[in-house]
């Protein structure tokens, strides 16, 4: 189960390796975190070889400690569809996005679920590979 506090896989191209998780947004009080949440994250590690190199000023607000803003795209709790299919996956990840929920990468490393591009278009977007 993913809830506050626990470390997460940054899977997009930018260079952040792991985060961890502050608090949800819109949620008050509660700890749980679902799929397709809007969480706020601490970058732990950052990998400048391996990432998606930014401009100037977006490297310098790339560093290990500084706050963001992240949408929950993989847990490894399972997840009940509609048509009752049940879905999980091997890691906990995040895409960064900014203030307009516009993600900072240009592309993704991996699929990502119909449920998490229907409600974030632009996060959907980057990737034509929908699980």
Do not use: W
């Amino acid at each position: 189960m993913l809830i506050v506090g626990s470390f997460v896989e940054c899977v997009d191209e930018i260079g952040a390796v792991t985060a961890q998780i502050l608090k949800v947004r819109n949620k008050g009080n509660r700890r749980d975190v679902k799929l397709g949440d809007y969480v706020y994250v601490v970058i732990k590690t950052i990998n400048r070889n391996k990432g998606f190199f930014l401009e100037k000023k977006k490297e310098k607000k790339l560093l290990p400690g500084t706050l963001h803003r992240a949408v929950v795209v993989y847990t490894r709790r399972k997840f009940l569809r509609k048509d009752t299919s049940v879905i999980n996956f091997s890691k906990n990840g995040v895409v960064l996005v900014n203030k307009g929920l516009f993600p900072y990468a240009n592309k993704l490393r991996s699929p990502i679920p119909r449920e998490v591009a229907s409600k974030y278009p632009f996060i959907g977007a980057l990737n034509k590979l929908l699980i």
